[in-house]
């Protein structure tokens, strides 16, 4: 018998795509049996249907006909994961990423899961930091943390980093990176360290199995989850074509407020921010009316109390 959890991871183990997945869950939803732990045999039956319906390729037809042939290492396994996942619709999953094309069914954690209760706020920004960038990136990293609430960055180079370390010295359990790898994977591997910190005092999340190693498209799913898990998105340092910039593209669709640090006309490091700003993005102008115009937004959402 397999609960929902494990019914997903299994067809994660099987590579089978997100979109199939949530053909699967629809279907699931569909039938009302989403709170009950299925045979295998009953799991075949439901891909089975999906394959007449033409939902689903036949070519991926024998996903739960195989289980009976799995080892014990492979069902301790699935238990393991479905220990440390949280799925959609869950008390700890975030509430936003429910307004998101496609969220992750399964989000798996290590660290403290009880930091996405707090007020979330994205950041983003250039791997080719300034001085200037880096030292704002700590002092607003630093405020946002002081007012209890969490800086959330996907644990890359330049501004990511900033923000991670900044949060990790102000306080413990201040800091979310969402991760474009599984846990067993480190990007870049320079992060080994930092990363290995964060599971002990923070929290990493990842949409992906632990051993997955990072791809090209893994990095703009990751983005949807950086910019979708808060209703700001506060962006550092970043030139007109720089990739931090796809996070903002994120938020954009999905209604967020929008951040921008302004900087000199003459700094290529600054030409995207500023553009954002005349385009309509918030200039963050001081730490002080940052806070302020969070604390409204967060006042919007039922993050904080009046």
Known sequence: M????????????????????????????????????????YCQQIINYLIKKGCWPEKEQAVFS?????????????????????????????????EIPQPPLLIYFKGNIQQLHQPLVSIAGTRQTSDYGRQLTHEISRALVEEGWQVVAGLGEGTDQNSHQAAIRTKDHSTIAILATGFEEVYPREHAQLQS?????????????????????????????????????????????????????????????????????????????????AQGARPILSKQQLIQDLSEIFKAHDMIEE
Request: glycine share 4%; aromatic share 10%.
């Open 2 to 41: 397999l609960s929902l959890k494990e019914q997903l991871i299994v067809l994660q183990l099987e590579k089978v795509s997100l979109a199939l997945q949530w053909q699967y869950f629809r279907q699931l939803l569909a039938l009302k049996l989403q709170s009950y732990p299925l045979k295998y045999s």
């Open 66 to 98: 195989k289980l009976s042939q799995k080892s014990d290492s492979y069902w301790a396994h699935i238990h393991k994961l479905s220990q440390c996942s949280l799925l959609i619709g869950e008390a700890d999953y975030p509430k936003l990423w429910l």
């Open 197 to 277: 910190q964060m599971v002990h005092s923070q929290l990493l999340l990842s949409e992906f199995l632990p051993h997955q190693k990072a791809e090209k498209y893994h990095f703009m799913m990751r983005n949807r989850l950086i910019a979708g898990i808060s209703p700001a998105t506060l962006l550092i340092e970043a030139s007109k074509k720089d990739t931090a910039l796809y996070k903002i593209h994120f938020a954009l669709e999905g209604n967020r407020e929008i951040f921008a640090l302004p900087g000199r006309i003459t700094d290529t490091r600054s030409a995207g921010c500023n553009s954002l700003i």
